[in-house]
């Protein structure tokens, strides 16, 4: 299977040369693991190699996210001025539209920015698409309709051909019962370790599935330095 890699050296090594081409990759860990920049890491090193992006965002300001890939060396101002990446900021949409709802007396449930009309209007010839933070459907739905939206969006995205990378914060994955462990073809988890008799963290990236690649390691140490995310060494076995 064709490959789309990661932007890290390491973590290709890992799972056979990288994410699965047209196929979804979901990213899940604590909150500071790293997740939002893996997300910025596989989107500089797919414009580079002049894919077609686009990022969804539902928690963060695209302004604040443009400074925090500047400061690792992931300059995506310039993919975004021509027009190779798309930034579409579901959390700004709603904040302006509460805004100018407010004075109706109307809150925050009467804006339900859909994720799915951003991507049934996408460009066909989108290769790329991050989703930044999946998480937050789980506050809005049941576990079923979770369930069904997520399986709609991931459809969209394989009918396109487009390989996604769904970021989700450890709350709402175990909040939704892991239920999209199951629905996409590859799974990376950071675990936190702490050992309080040194005083010291330790972070894991854990690969638990990727399909049609041969991963025989599952578990590696990893930094996030002034570059982004880097492989330490990687542990055999259990953790």
């Known amino acids: ?23 979804s990759v979901l990213i899940t860990g604590p909150p500071g693991s790293g997740k939002t920049i893996l ?56 904040i302006n539209k509460i805004k100018s709802f407010s004075k109706f007396g109307k809150g925050l449930s009467t804006v339900d920015a859909d994720i799915l009309d951003h991507l049934s209007g996408m460009s066909p010839d989108v290769e790329v698409v991050v989703l930044d933070n999946i ?21 969209i995205l394989m009918k396109n051909g487009c390989t996604g990378f769904f970021v989700m914060d450890e709350d709402s994955y175990e909040l939704t019962h892991r239920l999209t462990g199951y629905m996409v073809a590859g799974l990376i988890r950071f675990l936190v370790k702490e050992n309080l008799s040194v005083g010291r963290t330790s972070q894991y990236i ?11 390691v599952k578990y590696s140490l990893y930094d996030i330095s002034s570059r982004g995310i880097e492989i330490i060494n990687s542990i055999k076995g259990t953790f």
Do not use: W
């Open 135 to 155: 998480g937050v459907m789980a506050i809005d739905h049941d576990i079923k309709e979770f369930a069904d939206k997520f399986s709609s969006i991931s459809i």
């Open 206 to 216: 854990y690969v638990q599935k990727m399909r049609n690649k041969q991963v025989p």
């Open 39 to 94: 997300g910025l890491q596989f989107l500089h090193r797919s414009c580079s190699e002049g894919k077609k992006c686009v990022m969804i965002l539902t928690r963060e300001l695209t302004e604040d996210l443009l400074k925090q890939a500047k400061s690792l060396g992931l300059d995506l101002d310039p993919f975004v001025e021509n027009g190779q990446l798309i930034i579409k900021n579901i959390f700004e949409e709603k």
């Open 1 to 23: 299977m064709e490959s789309l890699s990661t932007g890290i050296e390491g973590l290709d090594l890992m799972i056979d040369g990288g994410y699965p081409k047209g196929r």
